[in-house]
């Protein structure tokens, strides 16, 4: 005979084993980025790149995106709190600077203990562009270079038989280029003025910069002069639009897809835009390549931006934070990523048969990279540089100030911001 207690304590054990195990809750990491950055790590031909390590991790991300200049300032903003609740944050190169490096981690540490396979196939530009003194405040994820875009339906009809290749030619083909079509104006040469990068893109092209890496401002030499001189010129016989001086990526995008744009230098992925069978009058017909050689016969450095991820020292999971900073920067990652239009931080992705395939101008990029720049390098006051930098530019354009002396002034209001 069994008791009626040691009966219940069969019953109970078996409920016990019957019963559903409670999974423990997963873990909620915040990153604080961009919209492309989330499209890169997460959708695209190469897929949820973040699935497996969230799967391993049992953790769960929360994306808060922002425009470019909102990312940085919420970034910034978040990681000076006493604590944050940012794990992950996206930083871009001119927004960063020696100042900032107390609010970050060092990577160096994290490095040491949990190395990134291949390391050293990284390059040391990119590296460099959050790198001050010993710090490496951030790591790389995304480069964003420019290339020549063509319309390659303007540049049959209007009797080019290739791309130009040297400034004299680009320079003929935007005056060939800017045409009526169908009862509506193309214009040879469609440009963003919200920032500096692509102007400065023309600047280089005639030997000319705005600020070199070591914090001089060079923009009142004859290079970028001459360079203001020739973009007004352009503007002024109706081969740039007439609002350009206001004209943002967006509108370049919009002048580009509906025809009113022959040419352009922007971001190497801006052709899927371009290309976007739902958006745009010319499916298929827009090429981009390096762009072309400046006044001196060598290639145009053309303008590249590195963002990069930075782990906040007010972050509370900094384990997790390093061990999906190490995830996404792996080569097998980086070449997802790449797949779904990341600019890639390991040159090898460039020659990997699957970023090759769905990337058509993947060659053509990483030549461009030989040679590309920072736009400016990373100080506290280079976004009101930059806006300096477009103020009198737009005198330029509009003939209110004369291309040697608005690059005069530009380059006495922005000397006292540079760091010593």
Known sequence: MVSRRALLRMSGAAAGLAAPRIARAAEKLVIIGHAVHRTAATSGPGGDVTEGWRRANNVEIEWLTFGVEATNERALKEANLAQ????????????????????????????????????????????????????????????????????????????????????????AAIEKLSFTRDGGRVYGLVINMDDPSTPIDWVR???????????????????????????????????????????????????????RGAMTN?????????????????????????????????????????WAMAIPRNARRKELSWSLLRHLSLPESTVLEAMNGNGPVRPSAYADPRVMKVVPYAAAEAEALKSARLVVPGFANAAKAMDMFIEEMGAVLLGTKEPQAAMADLAGRVRPLLPA
Do not use: C
């Not at 790389?140 to 390659?152: C, E, I």
């Not at 509108?251 to 509906?258: E, L």
């Not at 052709?271 to 010319?282: M, V």
């Open 266 to 306: 922007q971001p190497f992925n801006r052709t899927f835009n371009y290309n976007d069978a739902k958006a745009s009058k010319f499916p298929g017909q827009f090429d981009v390549l390096p762009l072309p050689t400046g006044i001196d016969g060598k290639p145009i450095p053309a303008k590249t931006s590195v």
């Open 84 to 171: 944050g609740n940012a794990d992950l944050v996206f930083l871009l190169d001119r927004y960063t600077g020696p100042q900032f490096t107390a609010l970050f981690e060092d990577l160096v540490p994290w490095m040491a203990r949990d190395p990134i396979p291949d390391f050293a196939e990284f390059p040391h530009g990119m590296l460099a562009a959050h790198r001050f003194g010993a710090i490496q405040a951030a790591m790389p994820f995304r480069h964003a270079t420019h290339g020549l875009h063509v319309n390659r339906t303007f540049l049959a009809e209007r009797g080019i038989a290739t791309p130009p290749r040297t400034l004299d030619d680009t320079m």
């Open 205 to 259: 092209a005639y030997g000319g910069d705005f600020i070199t890496p070591d914090y001089k401002v060079v923009v009142d030499q004859p290079g970028a002069v001459r360079a203001m001189a020739a973009i007004r010129d352009l503007f002024r016989r109706n081969l740039m639009p007439r609002n350009v001086v206001n004209m943002k990526t967006e509108d370049v995008i919009t002048f580009m897809q509906q025809g």
